[in-house]
């Protein structure tokens, strides 16, 4: 069974900081999407990464691909309170399904 | 372009009661996918269409769950009976492809049996 643990499940910071989430398995994947969902709203997608290795950047966000395809990391740098939210890693389960992780919920503190 | 529609947001009903949650996919979207999200189990696949044909329904989580498709702008999610356990929010997303590679989620139903 594929499983996509994610760590610390619960973070809060201060404005400013900088942190870093992570998304692990046991399982290699073939490639691994990172969402983020806001209270009262589903989640939006942030990136897909595909390539063991690979390096994404959306503005102050850094995502990162393992060599191996097991794992997978968020970097924020500079956290505003809009960051605020739980960040969801999704990884492809066959041909349609997308299994999600377990999410981290940050709170960023103005 | 209108995202995935989705009503009610909330519905609060009696344990026993028939539950309809309803879901307008993105237009040319031809997946469609209903989710259930809790604190215990996070977010999980209940059933899988594609082109209004229901490809997946291995997460359905008993036969008090029924979902439909009777075009490719409307589906359903109906739960009868409902039980307490039920309580969570329900997600429905939709995507372009033959594939979960974009899904585009609806703001979901927040569900409470009491």
């Known amino acids: 069974t594929q499983l996509l643990e994610q760590s610390p499940q619960f973070l809060s910071i201060q404005e400013g900081e900088n942190l870093t989430v992570y998304c692990n398995s046991s399982?290699?994947?073939?490639?691994l999407q990172w969402y983020r969902q806001e209270p009262g709203e589903g989640p939006v997608l942030l990136v897909t990464?595909?390539?063991?290795?690979e390096v994404k950047k959306l503005k102050r966000l850094t995502f990162q691909f393992g060599d191996a395809r097991k794992d997978s990391s968020l970097h924020i740098t500079a956290a505003q309170p809009g960051d605020t939210g739980l960040y969801l890693c999704?990884?492809?389960?066959?041909?349609?399904?997308?299994?999600f992780g377990t999410g981290t919920r940050l709170k960023v503190l103005a | 372009d209108a995202g995935v529609i989705q009503s009610p947001r909330h519905e609060v009903t009696e344990m026993g009661q028939e539950v309809t949650l309803r879901c307008k996919p993105i237009s040319g979207h031809n997946s469609l996918f209903w989710y259930r999200q809790t604190m215990m189990r996070g977010l999980e696949l209940l059933i899988y269409?594609?082109?209004?044909?229901?490809?997946?329904d291995s997460g359905m989580p008993e036969d008090r769950f029924s979902a439909k498709m009777p075009n490719a702008s409307f589906s359903t999610l109906k739960i009868q009976p409902s039980e307490p356990r039920d309580s969570a929010v329900y997600f429905c997303a939709s995507g372009p492809m033959g594939g979960p590679y974009e899904q585009y989620f609806g703001p979901g139903t927040r569900l409470t049996v009491t």
């Open positions: 990464v595909v390539t063991g290795g």
């Open positions: 999704a990884g492809p389960s066959g041909t349609y399904k997308y299994i």
């Open positions: 399982s290699v994947f073939s490639s």
């Open positions: 269409f594609n082109n209004n044909v229901p490809i997946d």
